[in-house]
T-cell receptor
């Protein structure tokens, strides 16, 4: 079953505007959430994370928001830059598990 | 600092041939190790993970197997490749799960084409 879902396969935004990528999960045991960025033919690189005890984490242009009651998290990129164009994966893990579940990814295109 | 090496970067193999992909981690001990596959246009599918030497958990029944002969070495194998085994294979590592962070760090990946 797909415990982590990214329902938007692609997103296109103008340079300088905000990019909002969304992710939903079903497993209430998940307590740590991550966003990875992936360029073609490369491995994903860790971008930002958030623990379930928080509802917001900010790192420069990147902010992750967590809504536990809705089982929803989002990644905001402000301002968006052409170099942000990549596939973004949402991931989640549970305290008592060693593995991690990934969403299908959202391809972000930032147009100059 | 920790680094993860995965090779080869690209591999073209005929149907029915064997497969061996290797992954090694440096700069850490007793890591968790993972093999993922990304099929074309799809997300990351966890294939195997290992919490220690010779301790392998399989997520999906398939034509592949994994082994961990040494603490920081993880090998993905197949005796006979199928066309459906084509994809982008990724190795990853993480520290042992504890309260708080559980971040996986990925290798550069292997593009496998089975023809």
């Amino acid at each position: 079953d797909q415990q982590v879902k990214q329902n938007s396969p692609s997103l296109s935004v103008q340079e300088g505007r905000i990019s909002i990528l969304n992710c939903d999960y079903t497993n209430s045991m998940f307590d740590y959430f991550l966003w990875y960025k992936k360029y073609p033919a490369e491995g994903p690189t860790f971008l930002i994370s958030i623990s379930s005890i928080k509802d917001k984490n900010e790192d420069g242009r990147f902010t992750v928001f967590l809504n536990k009651s809705a089982k929803h998290l989002s990644l905001h990129i402000v301002p968006s830059q052409p170099g942000d164009s990549a596939v973004y994966f949402c991931a989640a893990s549970a305290y008592n598990n060693n593995d991690m579940r990934f969403g299908a990814g959202t391809r972000l295109t930032v147009k100059p | 600092s920790q680094t993860i090496h995965q090779w080869p970067a690209t591999l073209v193999q005929p149907v029915g041939s064997p497969l061996s992909l290797e992954c090694t981690v440096e700069g850490t001990s007793n890591p968790n190790l993972y093999w993922y596959r990304q099929a074309a246009g799809r997300g990351l599918q966890l294939l195997f993970y290992s919490i220690g030497i010779d301790q392998i958990s399989s997520e999906v029944p398939q034509n592949l197997s994994a082994s961990r002969p040494q603490d920081r070495q993880f090998i993905l194998s197949s005796k006979k490749l199928l066309l459906s085994d084509s994809g982008f294979y990724l190795c990853a590592w993480s520290v042992k799960r504890g309260r708080g962070k559980n971040i996986q760090y990925f290798g550069a990946g292997t593009r496998l084409s089975v023809l």
